[in-house]
């Protein structure tokens, strides 16, 4: 059982470039969330997915996409990446109210 | 939408000693208030958690209190050891419907002396 996982765990992009930050959770939960973790302000909210099938936008949605491919899996898109999108992303899921977070993944955008 | 505030952001205290690590929240229908820690490289991880009909819950030696008149909860860490040394957040919810969305404070670093 290994919980929450995310690739890569570190990452570094050019201005303009695209790519595409996986997570995948073996706990059969229903609900995952992508948040975003900078200095001095906490994690915020980017997407999350109720459910397989769904998505909805969190509090800093403007530059990602998301896809929820399957139950296990929830990934998160950076079209033309930019440097204020530098920051730590970390993947999580649910069970009840509990949220499990994954390891996170460095991106630098330089 | 609900905003948190957590106070202070760094922490430095005695090995032995108490910390107490404060939040506050603005939207008065948040009913689960949950702390996590994390430690140097790694995600966050859940350490207590309380909901709103409840005042106060301990686990050995974290306690989380919670006033809701006045809108703020608290993290009480006694007789503190060096691995309590990490980033400590609290967070906000409204537990409805299926979203679960947390919003998070600043974040606290407690270092621990020995």
């Known amino acids: 059982n290994a919980g929450v996982t995310q690739t890569p765990k570190f990452q570094v992009l050019k201005t303009g470039q695209s790519m595409t930050l996986q997570c995948a959770q073996d706990m059969n939960h229903n609900s995952m969330y992508w948040y975003r973790q900078d200095p001095g302000m906490g994690l915020r909210l980017i997407y999350y997915?109720?459910?397989?099938?769904?998505?909805d936008k969190g509090e800093v949605p403007n530059g990602y996409n998301v896809s929820r491919l399957n139950k296990r899996e929830f990934s998160l898109r950076l079209e033309s990446a930019a440097p204020s999108q530098t920051s730590v992303y970390f993947c999580?899921?649910?069970?009840?109210?509990?949220?499990?977070f994954g390891p996170g993944t460095r991106l630098t955008v330089l | 939408g609900e905003n948190v505030e957590q106070h202070p952001s760094t922490l430095s205290v005695q090995e032995g000693d108490s910390a107490v690590i404060k939040c506050t929240y603005s939207d008065s229908a948040s009913n689960y208030f949950p702390w996590y820690k994390q430690e140097l490289g790694k995600g966050p991880q859940l350490i207590i958690d309380i909901r709103s009909n409840v005042g106060e819950k301990k686990d050995q030696r974290i306690a989380v209190t919670l006033n809701k008149t006045a809108k703020h909860f608290s993290l009480h860490i006694t007789e503190t050891q060096p691995e309590d040394s990490a980033v400590y957040f609290c967070?906000?919810?409204?537990?409805?419907?299926?979203?679960?969305?947390?919003?998070f404070g600043q974040g606290t670093t407690l270092q621990v002396k020995p």
């Open positions: 997915s109720a459910s397989e099938g769904t998505t």
């Open positions: 967070a906000a919810s409204i537990i409805s419907g299926n979203t679960g969305k947390l919003i």
């Open positions: 999580a899921s649910r069970d009840f109210d509990t949220q499990y």
